[in-house]
T-cell receptor, first 115, second 114 residues
């Protein structure tokens, strides 16, 4: 079975802090994604990556950056956390490369609270 | 841009009965994929069912089936013989060649009454 893990289930940070959310997948998947989930809005794509050191902006990249130094790891960075970034963050991965759709496998999520 | 709409924020059903969750989408593409994902409370989101737009036959996975109406841009999920383990948030999602990303609906929270 594909396993996608996220570094924390719950995280509390203060406004202005730099926050790192880590995601690791163990199935050699090409694609990795970061979403945020908010009630009534569903999942919105923040960033995604089709390969190591590649990144593409999603629908709501403002205030976020990402890093993919190794194929299995995709990090989401909040450079200066703000209260409107309080949310559930979901990481996902899928096997196939750019231009293909495939089942996305999700991590358990990180519920981030910014005070 | 493609949009996905789930008009039912919450639904409930008695155990063992059948429930249908609605989803509509807006697109100008002819070739695309549609998905239903399930997110149980405090558990990971998993794929329930997938439909290719070029296939006329509705997808089925055990107790889960879809009613895909391409002309109406409708993609509903039917759960037969509902079980307590079916309680979850259900998300409808669209993937097309244009955007090459999943576009999710707002979600429907399904409650199963024993």
């Amino acid at each position: 079975d594909v396993k996608v893990t996220q570094s924390s289930r719950y995280l509390v940070k203060r406004t202005g802090e730099k926050v790192f959310l880590e995601c690791v997948q163990d199935m050699d998947h090409e694609n990795m994604f970061w979403y945020r989930q908010d009630p009534g809005l569903g999942l919105r794509l923040i960033y995604f990556s089709y390969d190591v050191k590649m990144k593409e902006k999603g629908d709501i990249p403002e205030g976020y950056s990402v890093s993919r130094e190794k194929k299995e790891r995709f990090s989401l960075i909040l450079e200066s956390a703000s209260t409107n970034q309080t949310s559930m963050y979901l990481c996902a991965s899928s096997l196939m490369g750019s231009g293909h759709t495939d089942t996305q496998y999700f991590g358990p999520g990180t519920r981030l609270t910014v005070l | 841009a493609q949009t996905v709409t789930q008009s039912q924020p919450e639904m409930s059903v008695q155990e063992a009965e059948t429930v249908t969750l609605s989803c509509t989408y807006d697109t100008s593409e002819s070739d695309y994929y549609l998905f239903w994902y399930k997110q149980p409370p405090s558990r990971q989101m998993i794929l329930v069912i997938r439909q290719e737009a070029y296939k006329q036959q509705n997808a089925t996975e055990n107790r889960f089936s879809v009613n895909f109406q391409k002309a109406a841009k409708s993609f509903s999920l039917k759960i037969s013989d509902s079980q307590l383990g079916d309680a979850a948030m259900y998300f409808c999602a669209y993937w097309g060649q244009g955007a090459q990303k999943l576009v999710f609906g707002q979600g429907t929270r399904l409650t199963i009454n024993p």
